[in-house]
C-alpha cells in the first residue's frame, strides 16, 4: 500500500514540475510553457518568460507532459475527401499520434467540432484522419465522416501491393472499409512483415510498462514474451512491469497461455513510459491494449483502494 502511495505521489509530482518539450530533429529538446506557431516560425516561451524562435522545419516533433504522448510533425498532405483531393487548412505541416507502429506507421488527428443547432441546443461532431507512412509514402487513407470512400481505398491498397495474402483480403467481396477493419489489415502486415531488433538497436531504450487487472492464478499464468526470446511474469504487486525495449525500432511482445499467444508491436518514446494493459477476455484469452498515461492513473488509483 505505502509503495503504491509513493509511486502516485512520484507520477504525480511529476508531471507537476516538468514541462512540454519542442523536439528538433537533431533530438535536442526545448523545454517550453507556451508555443506559438506564425507562418513557419515558432516562438517558444520557456518558465523563465524566456522567448525562443526555432524554423517548423527544424523540428521533428512535440512532447505534452499532461498526456505524456509525443505528436509528431508531418507533412499537410491532400485529403481523400470525397475524391477531391482537398487539403485541410493550416500551414506545410500538422502534429500527428501515431496509432501503429512497423513497416507501415499509421498516424492519427482527430478533430472535435462544436455548433448550434436550429432549436438552439449546442452539438459536438467529430472528424477523425488517418494516414500510413510507409518508406517516403506518406498518404490520407481514411476521413471519418465522408460518403465517396472509394479513392480513399485505393490509396490504402497501394500501400499492400507487396503482399497477396493482405491485398486478396481487402479486395475480397466480404471486406468493408471501416476504421476496425483498417486497424486490423495494418496489425496483421506489420506483424508479418516484423525485423527482430539487433543488439545495436538496444543502444538507445525507452520503457514500455505492463499491467494487468487479474488477480490470483490467472495473473500467475501471465507470461510475456519480447522479440521471440526473454520471457518475463508480471509482479505479484499491482505495479506495471518495466520492459526496456529499442527506441527507434518496433518490438513484438507477446501475451502468452496455454492455449496460445495474442501479439502486438510496440514502440517506447523517450520521454515518459508507454503503457500496455494485458486483458483477459470472457473466453480466456488475453490481448495487449494501449493505454493513455490518463487510463494507467486510474488504474492506479483504483488499485490503491482496493488495498
Known amino acids: 500500500m505505502k509503495v503504491l502511495l509513493l509511486l502516485l505521489c512520484i507520477v504525480s509530482a511529476f508531471s507537476s514540475y516538468a514541462q512540454d518539450l519542442l523536439i528538433k530533429t537533431d533530438g535536442t529538446t526545448i523545454p517550453y510553457k507556451k508555443l506559438k506557431w506564425d507562418e513557419g516560425i515558432g516562438t517558444v516561451t520557456t518558465d523563465k518568460n524566456q522567448k525562443i524562435t526555432i524554423r517548423e522545419v527544424e523540428v521533428f516533433g512535440i512532447y505534452e507532459e499532461f498526456n505524456q504522448r509525443v505528436s509528431y510533425k508531418k507533412p499537410n498532405i491532400p485529403l481523400n475527401e470525397n475524391g477531391q483531393g482537398k487539403q485541410k487548412e493550416g500551414n506545410g505541416f500538422q502534429y500527428l499520434q501515431k496509432e501503429e507502429?512497423?513497416?507501415?506507421?499509421?498516424?492519427?488527428?482527430?478533430?472535435?467540432?462544436?455548433?448550434?443547432?436550429?432549436?438552439?441546443?449546442?452539438?459536438?461532431?467529430?472528424?477523425?484522419?488517418?494516414?500510413?507512412?510507409?518508406?517516403?509514402?506518406?498518404?490520407?487513407?481514411?476521413?471519418?465522416?465522408?460518403?465517396?470512400?472509394?479513392?480513399?481505398?485505393?490509396?490504402?491498397?497501394?500501400?499492400?501491393?507487396?503482399?497477396?495474402?493482405?491485398?486478396?483480403?481487402?479486395?475480397?467481396?466480404?471486406?468493408?472499409y471501416n476504421i476496425k477493419n483498417l486497424l486490423k489489415v495494418v496489425r496483421k502486415y506489420n506483424m508479418s512483415h516484423f525485423e527482430k531488433p539487433s543488439a545495436p538497436d538496444y543502444q538507445v531504450i525507452g520503457t514500455i510498462g505492463f499491467f494487468t487487472k487479474a488477480e490470483g492464478k490467472s495473473k500467475a499464468s501471465i507470461v510475456l514474451k519480447v522479440n521471440d526470446s526473454i520471457e518475463y511474469k508480471l509482479p505479484a504487486s499491482h505495479h506495471p512491469l518495466p520492459i526496456k525495449v529499442p527506441l527507434n525500432k518496433p518490438s513484438k511482445v507477446c501475451a502468452t497461455w496455454d492455449g496460445g499467444s495474442a501479439?502486438?508491436?510496440?514502440?517506447?518514446?523517450?520521454?515518459?513510459?508507454?503503457?500496455?494493459?494485458?486483458e483477459i477476455n470472457l473466453n480466456k484469452t488475453l490481448a495487449l491494449e494501449k493505454q493513455t498515461y490518463s487510463q494507467f492513473r486510474s488504474y492506479i488509483s483504483k488499485a490503491i483502494q482496493s488495498d
Open 101 to 176: 507502429t512497423g513497416t507501415i506507421n499509421l498516424y492519427k488527428e482527430e478533430i472535435i467540432s462544436s455548433y448550434r443547432g436550429a432549436s438552439g441546443t449546442n452539438h459536438t461532431s467529430s472528424t477523425i484522419y488517418y494516414y500510413a507512412e510507409k518508406g517516403n509514402e506518406f498518404k490520407n487513407i481514411m476521413t471519418t465522416g465522408t460518403f465517396y470512400k472509394e479513392d480513399a481505398l485505393n490509396v490504402f491498397k497501394s500501400f499492400f501491393t507487396d503482399d497477396r495474402e493482405v491485398l486478396d483480403e481487402i479486395e475480397s467481396g466480404e471486406f468493408v
Open 263 to 278: 501479439c502486438e508491436l510496440v514502440e517506447p518514446i523517450r520521454y515518459a513510459t508507454t503503457y500496455y494493459e494485458v
